[in-house]
């Protein structure tokens, strides 16, 4: 068999596309992995530090400081902090305590809402006890992915607790912020971003069947994009069948030949099909 003969037959024969069920799974799985390969390039290369947070497009930040006691014999103060930074698909909320002076203002139960560790620090709060930890939260549009770190103390060395993927040593200050990989799920943002990235997948693979429907519009060839004439059964260049776009039916129905070559005359089909 020639090359030519193995091109015509290939041709003749083209790989069938997925059917559509498989086409809207692979988008759903790649638009699942999307969504995490997102918020976790947003938390390592992107916004994995609060220097690299400062100044980028949508950064904002809201502070909070409560009283929490006064030691006995100290005219000092020991207050609790939260810091909320927000920016291009980070969330990051430090909380720490305690302080020493400053002025009390603002709402430390607003900054810890929607945290992983939000009752627990109300709580906290409350009762005036001193905590410190991060929480972070990533993804685009929407954050979906979050994690969190804890210290024992202000003036701790090391992080005591890590919800995530700690990139670095455990040895560093709160002071120092910390690198983490966000694992768990916060599932509003996490379904509405893989919903997202898995229309723009299944808008790819369906690429090719949009091209065809606009290919048979135009009077082409939908296999290859030939022009077929108006009597031509068959495309010359392939010899693909031809398929005829029916306005009123909304499909294309397939031409019925009296013969499979290329030049074979339109032949009516008894069913009218």
């Known amino acids: 068999m020639s090359n030519g003969t193995r091109v015509q037959a290939f041709l003749s024969n083209p790989i069938p596309r997925p059917p559509t069920v498989v086409r809207v799974a692979a988008a759903i799985v790649l638009g699942a992995a999307t969504t995490v390969a997102v918020a976790w390039s947003l938390a390592y290369f992107v916004n994995g530090s609060l220097n690299s947070m400062y100044g980028a497009p949508g950064f904002s ?24 930074h927000r920016c291009w698909g980070t969330e990051v909320v430090e909380v720490w305590g305690p302080v020493i002076n400053g002025q009390p203002y603002g709402s430390l139960h607003a900054l810890v ?8 620090m109300k709580e906290k709060f409350d009762r005036g006890e001193a905590a410190t930890a991060w929480w972070r939260a990533d993804g685009w549009p929407i954050p979906a992915l979050r994690a969190e770190a804890r210290w024992s103390s202000y003036a701790d060395t090391g ?43 299944f808008a790819l693979f369906s690429m090719g069947d949009i091209r065809t429907i606009l290919r048979r519009r135009r009077g082409l060839c939908g296999h290859c994009g030939y022009r077929l004439l108006p009597e031509q059964s068959r495309c010359s260049e392939c010899g693909q069948p031809r398929l005829r776009f029916t306005k009123k039916r909304g499909c294309a129905s397939r031409v019925h030949t009296k013969s499979s ?10 069913h009218g099909a």
């Open 113 to 120: 809402e929607g945290t992983s560790f939000a009752g627990e």
């Open 61 to 84: 930040m809201d502070v909070a400081v409560q009283l929490i006691s006064t030691p006995p014999g100290s005219t000092e103060v020991d207050l609790e902090e939260v810091t909320r």
């Open 159 to 201: 992080v005591s607790k890590v919800v995530g993927v700690l990139v670095g040593s455990r040895h560093v200050m709160p002071t120092d912020g910390v690198r983490m990989l966000p694992l768990q799920p916060i599932w509003s943002g996490l379904v509405i971003d893989t919903v997202l990235y898995a229309s723009l997948w």
């Open 261 to 270: 070559g290329p030049s074979a005359e339109i032949s009516p089909s008894p």
